[in-house]
């Protein structure tokens, strides 16, 4: 039974493939285009599904769209005319599309995979709901979905049991946590759908000062989670902007421009919104153990990203553990469809064993083998050095006890926004200066964004102040204090952005200035190579820890294939790339030709 799961046209288009109820790949039409967020459809996400399985789309049993167009146009509809005149812009220019193509998805999609079967079409957070619970490790659970907006579902949660979802309850449009962050999100100078996270990152330099005004006049929070937004104070209605003038005045002025300094006021602004939105969380949280009783969570949906909220309802809430569906935006919905397919409207049998998760580490896109490789750099004159499988942990581990920063591409593509080892940059955790030269000389970003930490699976309780595996870099928990560093009376009353150079820890280049981290443990049956090398480094070194950032610049999506990866290895200060068994060293490279127009693109204040 092959089912083919696909999300569009809102952001981080994606496609899965689904056999027999296996999950045997996905990916992000991004890592193709190499469009940042690329809502177009996933053409080249669904080639490579097909390919991986050696597939045409006349063997699909099935086809799964993530949601119910219609319901969202009502919804559009509905929403312009409620608030009519106003948006009549935006409307003239959104509607010809819906009448055009999105109105018409199944015959779109019939016509561009020429596919004559049967096309399902879940509700938006029944996708959700579905890639939450059904990859879980658990055979029954309650589950928590948060994001923007669906059809008309903002928020809902209900029980997974076996081979069925069923949602209970939830919260329409406009009310949306999701869009309450994107809000502050775009009020800070950050972009929508992709800046929410450096939101987040922003949040331990400031003090939560505004929490109680966007208690008072942006949200009524029940004490069940449940809220309404004061929507005089938002524009997302009608398709202009998020905020008006109202927002502004009630905040002291007019949003930050991109690449503008941060000033305290922002900061300020993005710890408030962060604690509303944890405070928010844990009470969902704890009114959903509640009413179903249940001992585990499953969550999904933008807001799932948020690691911190999902670190204190770990830590905090009233459930045994959690799990978060690795790719819980968008992009995760096409996960969701295809499983909703084989498990809900097939009605197949699903048995976990309470241990292990069926995302396979969420290795599931592209590889690339030696052979390919091999000739790609043949083929255009590129230097390097070959390293054999058994001496490549040594042989990385030296090079970042070196303090060399290494490009590091291996095995299958992770599905989700996350590196988890596959396509990452990695460095040494334990240099204080780390953190300033892989943001400013290798990625062209924020100086105050913090790097994560990978570390073997078995130690992680020696180093952070957590009891469990996180394997998708979706939780954040405390460094332990046994390896922090006392602070000075004079480096206590720094304040800000000043915070940022201060050496906190025995690993300060992935502790931010909070004592947090957001963790990916590192397990050797999903990564070998991987677990090995960090293995060695711990050996030789003493640290089971290193950096692991995504592979890619400011700007740019994750590097899907080794022409990508040596691509923004070249414009990039990375000292060496490995890619497969062979070793690429900068300084052996001959320069590339100017880009001005990329350089233009990354360059910083």
Known sequence: MNILGISAFYHDSAACMVQDGEIVSAAQEERFSRKKHDFSFPKNAINYCLQESGLK???????????????????????????????IRSFIKAIPLWIKQKLWMKEFIQKELDFE????FPEHHESHAASAFFPSPFQESAFLTIDGVGEWTTTSYGIGKDNKIDILAEIHFPHSLGLLYSAFTYYTGFKVNSGEYKLMGLAPYGEPRYKDLILSELIDLKEDGSFKI??????????????????????DGPPRRSESRFTQHHMDLARSIQEVTEEVMLRMARHIHKETGHRYLCLAGGVALNCVGNGRILREGPFEDIWIQPAAGDAGGALGAALFVWYQYLGNRRVTDGKKDLQQGSYLGPRFENGYIADYLKRNNIPYAVVSDEDTPERIADLIADQKVIGWFQGRMEFGPRALGSRSIIGD????????????????????????????KERVSDLFEIDRESPYMLLVAPVRKEIRREMSEQENRLFGINKLNVVRSSIPAVTHIDYSARI??????????????????????????????SF??????????????????????????????FLIEKKEQKPLDKDIDWLRKFELD
């Open 117 to 120: 079967g049967k096309i399902i």
């Open 429 to 456: 955790a334990r240099s204080p200066k780390m953190q300033e030269i892989m943001n400013l000389k290798i990625k062209f970003r924020e100086s105050f964004r913090p790097f994560a930490p990978s570390v073997l």
């Open 57 to 87: 789309a006349k063997d699909l049993d099935f086809i799964a769209f993530y949601d119910k167009p219609f319901l969202k146009f009502e919804r559009i509809l509905e929403t312009y005319l409620a608030y009519a005149p106003l948006g």
């Open 230 to 251: 004061n929507m005089k104070y938002f524009n997302y209605c009608t398709g202009l902007r998020m905020i008006n003038k109202r927002f502004e005045r009630l905040f």
């Open 520 to 549: 990916q443990t590192v397990d050797k049956e999903y990564n070998p190579l991987y677990y090995k090398m960090i293995e060695k480094f711990d050996e030789k070194y003493g640290c089971p820890v290193i950096i692991n950032t």
């Open 552 to 581: 890619n610049v400011r700007g740019e999506p994750i590097v899907c294939t080794p022409e990508d990866s040596y691509l923004c290895f070249m414009r990039t200060n990375m000292d060496y790339l490995i890619m497969g068994n």
